[in-house]
């Protein structure tokens, strides 16, 4: 009766390692698709051994698609339109893309298999995105739960970005933590400062990376990060420029400030900054110091909650008050408004500008989605 | 019993520096079908479900967002909904993504704080997942009969 059960357990695991090997040895056969040539916006070439990702295999050729999930398909930022060589649509991208962009042969390249020749449109922008390895040269406290890193680039590399692009900080694995994880952090810095970039990291409870900077995080370590990325941008104009953000969300206004200094922008400017308590109020000298360097700007800090040792003077309440009654004060019909923060700021104040004669294709905003 | 190589892949997003820093297991070692399995009894011997609970908890974060991040009193409990910048995916595998919402639910005369996140409704209403034992924002089945009361006119 042993016996019968050990041999029985011997031809099982005899089986089991055929049919392993078979699938290796088919997985090699029929998952080498050989050379496929990629084209890119009609005119740029090269020629890769087909089977990874669209997205694995433009991150080889140092050409980095947006992704917030690391290329697990669930979040739809790599999504670009393929005009030839695609293969039918697969049921992991369809919950990820419109009907209109089905339409239009848009595809998630974290899902799409290169398999032949395939050509893809991108935006230009996505070119100017490079990987870049810099040191840690300051990190500072801006608030209780807001630091200020300085991540200088070796002498051999510069980045070249637009005020109010961010970049995603690759983490380093600490504690449990084991994989790296890409974030996106706006760049604070001056965009004519080629060598190094400013962030603005708030410690969010549980989160992966701003655990990472706030506790474990060294002056002279070495990061990664990738980047310029997005669209948010100061934009031509003429009219007053109404900025709104608060907490980490001044990062790219800074940056865009520096820009109307620089540029000697003659427009008027005024930034609402909406925090909770003093406490999380910083930058305060900075914000004087651009209201002296530049001639129409105002800072108009508003608490929500102040606290009574605060002994605050300025504005009181829900940074849609003090904005609305400004707008309100003015002539907005030619006026942008700019705004970082959450989306639930953006609605809030995007319905106070809306109902104050600023319309939505004169409202930018960075989400922070 | 042994799991699927699809189960253990989805285990291992439950697991510390995945998703989250700490995870949504808290350290406990059950099968997420035995969490979800007595969890469920135990709402049911509360006279309560799932959806009744997501959807409560979903009317406090709506009501927390117009305070900008500053805390909202509504009598007997104040609402404080914090919004972090990025979007997080549900660890059972499914497509889509979160935003990345904490919320501090204080109960006054009990002087006790209850924290969850938008993922928590999520995986609540869709999964009956509460979360493992001692993990972070965990809401225990057994002390959601008040919350579930919380400002209902």
């Known amino acids: 009766m042993v016996l019968k059960i050990v041999f029985t357990v011997i031809v099982l695991a005899g089986i089991n390692g055929v049919l392993a090997s078979l699938l290796v040895i088919a997985e090699r056969f029929f998952s080498n698709y050989g050379e496929c040539k990629i084209t890119i916006n009609g005119n740029k070439r090269f020629t890769v051994t087909g089977g990874s990702t669209l997205l694995s295999t433009l991150n080889v050729r140092k050409i980095f698609l947006p992704s917030a999930c690391g290329g697990k398909g669930t979040c739809g930022y790599c999504k670009c339109k393929v005009t030839d060589g695609a293969g039918p649509l697969l049921p992991t991208e369809e919950p990820l893309l419109t009907k209109e962009e089905i339409e239009n042969r848009f595809r998630l390249a974290c899902q799409l298999k290169v398999k032949q020749d395939i050509a893809i449109h991108i935006p230009d922008e996505l070119f100017n995105i490079k990987e870049y390895k810099a040191e840690v040269t300051l990190i500072k406290d801006l608030t209780y739960d807001i630091k200020l890193i300085r991540l200088r680039l070796p002498d051999t590399d510069e980045i070249h970005f637009t005020a109010g692009q961010y970049i995603q900080l690759q983490t380093e694995p600490y504690e449990k933590v084991k994989e790296i994880a890409p974030r996106a952090y706006s760049i604070a810095s001056p965009s004519s400062e080629k060598k190094h970039i400013d962030l603005m990291i708030r410690l969010i409870p549980e989160g992966i990376c701003t655990t990472w900077v706030h506790c474990y995080l060294k002056e002279g370590v070495r990061v990664g990060f990738t980047g310029p990325m997005g669209d948010f941008r100061l934009h031509e104009g003429t009219g007053e420029i109404i900025m709104v953000a608060g907490g980490s969300g001044m990062a790219p206004m800074v940056s865009i400030l520096d820009v109307i200094v620089r540029e000697k922008i003659e427009r008027k400017v005024t930034y609402f900054f909406g925090a909770v308590t003093k406490k999380d109020l910083f930058f305060m000298e900075e914000m004087a110091m651009f209201e002296r360097e530049i001639p129409n700007f105002t800072f108009v800090p508003a608490l929500s909650q102040p606290e009574p040792d605060d002994d605050w003077k300025g504005e009181v309440g829900l940074i849609t008050i003090p904005l609305g009654r400004y707008l309100k004060s003015i002539d907005a019909s030619v006026a942008q408004a700019y705004m970082c923060g959450s989306p639930g700021m953006i609605k809030a104040c995007a319905n106070i500008l809306n109902a104050n004669g600023i319309s939505n294709d004169r409202i930018y905003y960075d989400p922070f989605a | ?153």
């Open chain 2, 1 to 153: 019993m042994k799991q699927h190589p699809e189960e253990q892949n989805i285990r291992q997003n439950f697991e510390p520096g995945k998703i989250s820093k700490d995870g949504f297991l808290g350290g406990d070692t059950r099968h997420i079908h035995d969490i979800i399995r007595e969890d469920q009894r135990t709402l049911s011997r509360l006279g309560l479900s799932r959806e009744m609970v997501a959807q409560r908890l979903q009317w406090m974060i709506e009501e927390g967002k117009k305070g900008l991040e500053g805390v909202v009193d509504k009598g007997d409990f104040t609402i404080q909904v914090r919004w972090a910048r990025g979007m997080v995916s549900c660890p059972f595998g499914e497509s889509g993504l979160h935003h990345k919402l904490m919320v501090t639910v204080f109960l006054k005369k009990l002087t006790k704080e209850m924290k969850y996140t938008q993922l928590s409704v999520h995986m609540i209403a869709e999964h009956g997942f509460f979360g493992g034992k001692q993990s972070t924002y965990r809401l225990d089945p057994e002390k959601l009969g008040l919350l579930v009361e919380l400002g209902k006119e």
